[in-house]
């Protein structure tokens, strides 16, 4: 059964710094690419960043690129989102995903609330 469990999220000041964390289970993690998603109220959910499994190459949204930062550890089947010098536009709700040609599993989510 395949399981995605995001954690970390919660209330930062602006400027300050969040790490997010998505454990995964029941895929092959370490030749799977992952993403980072997010959906703040009334908007449509959006790509934030993405990793892929063989070479861990790293893209990321304009908004966030330079300050988000996804990495994964292959011996533990966790993913990463270091999100630093966080914006109130940064609030949302925050998702792991899987799948080589979009998603194929989502995450629960995680809130993330950036105060001005």
């Known amino acids: 059964q395949v399981q995605l469990a995001e954690s970390g999220g919660g209330l930062v000041q602006t400027g300050g710094s969040l790490r997010l964390s998505c454990d995964v289970f029941g895929i092959m993690f370490d030749i799977t690419t992952m993403d980072w998603y997010r959906q703040a109220p009334g908007k449509e959910r959006e790509l934030v960043a993405r990793?892929?499994?063989?070479?861990?190459?790293?893209t990321y949204a304009d908004s966030v690129r330079g300050r988000f930062t996804i990495s994964r550890d292959n011996t533990k089947n966790i993913i990463y989102l270091q999100m630093n010098s966080v914006k109130p536009g940064d609030s949302a709700v925050y998702y792991c995903?899987?799948?080589?040609?979009?998603?194929?599993?989502w995450g629960q989510g995680t809130q993330v609330t950036v105060s001005s």
């Open positions: 995903a899987a799948g080589d040609y979009g998603p194929d599993y």
């Open positions: 990793i892929t499994g063989r070479g861990s190459t790293a």
